[in-house]
């Protein structure tokens, strides 16, 4: 059973435009949501992250958007640029600072 | 800060023999690392977490016999694949954090595992 569901799996977006990866969770337990992303090879690096008492957060051209009732969270970023071209995860904690992972989604800007 | 190094980054071994994998956190003291296993164009699944100064606690489906880990000390755990097999094949990633509350996994770069 997936702990975390991510959306979509793929995307591609002209360069400018605005990419947004959705995450939806059951686990109210859960109460850290950060958003990774990785580049073929390497290791996920931490993109930005969101505790569940604020509903959005944002670090220059990422923004987290975070709906506690419907147990949705979304990460938006904006002017995407073909540097952004990568995979994303996102993930939430729960119990022994254990991280669930969403599925990926692997986000192709187009120059 | 909260800087993961993992090594090596990449290894090739013959079917039947070990591999050491060895993770560090090199700014910051962690009592608990984790390990992941990534298959190509997949996500990061959790194989176990390790406790230093005990016992790995390993999750459902990973054979404890085959990944032994080791934590010796609050920076240092290692992966050991012991009789690897062509199966093993993998990106082994390792993670820490340097503690609770708001403070997020930090991943080391992986290690690209190939056997032969």
């Known amino acids: 059973q997936q702990q975390v569901k991510q959306s979509p799996q793929s995307l591609i977006v002209q360069k400018g435009g605005i990419s947004i990866i959705n995450c939806a969770y059951e686990?109210?337990?859960?109460?850290?949501f950060p958003w990774y992303q990785q580049f073929p090879g390497k290791g996920p690096a931490l993109l930005i992250a969101i505790r569940p008492d604020v509903s959005e957060k944002k670090e220059g051209r990422f923004t987290i958007s975070f709906n506690k009732s419907a147990k949705q969270f979304s990460l938006h970023i904006m002017d995407s640029q073909p540097g952004d071209s990568a995979t994303y995860f996102c993930?939430?904690?729960?119990?022994?600072?254990?991280?669930?992972f969403g599925s990926g989604t692997k986000l192709n800007v187009k120059p | 800060g909260a800087v993961v190094s993992q090594h090596p980054s990449w290894v090739i071994c013959k079917s039947g023999t070990s591999v050491k994998i060895e993770c560090r956190s090199l700014?910051?003291?962690?009592?608990?690392m984790f390990w992941y296993r990534q298959f190509p164009k997949q996500s990061l699944m959790l194989m176990a977490t390790s406790n230093e100064g005990s016992k790995a606690t390993y999750e459902q489906g990973v054979e404890k016999d085959k990944f032994l880990i080791n934590h010796a000390s609050l920076t240092l755990s290692t992966l050991t694949v012991t009789s690897a097999h062509p199966e093993d094949s993998s990106f082994y990633i390792c993670?820490?954090?340097?503690?609770?509350?708001?403070?997020?996994?930090?991943f080391g770069n992986g290690t690209r595992l190939t056997v032969t």
């Open positions: 993670s820490a954090s340097p503690g609770q509350g708001t403070s997020p996994l930090h």
């Open positions: 686990n109210t337990a859960f109460d850290y």
């Open positions: 993930a939430a904690r729960g119990n022994f600072n254990k991280f669930y």
């Open positions: 700014d910051f003291q962690a009592t608990t």
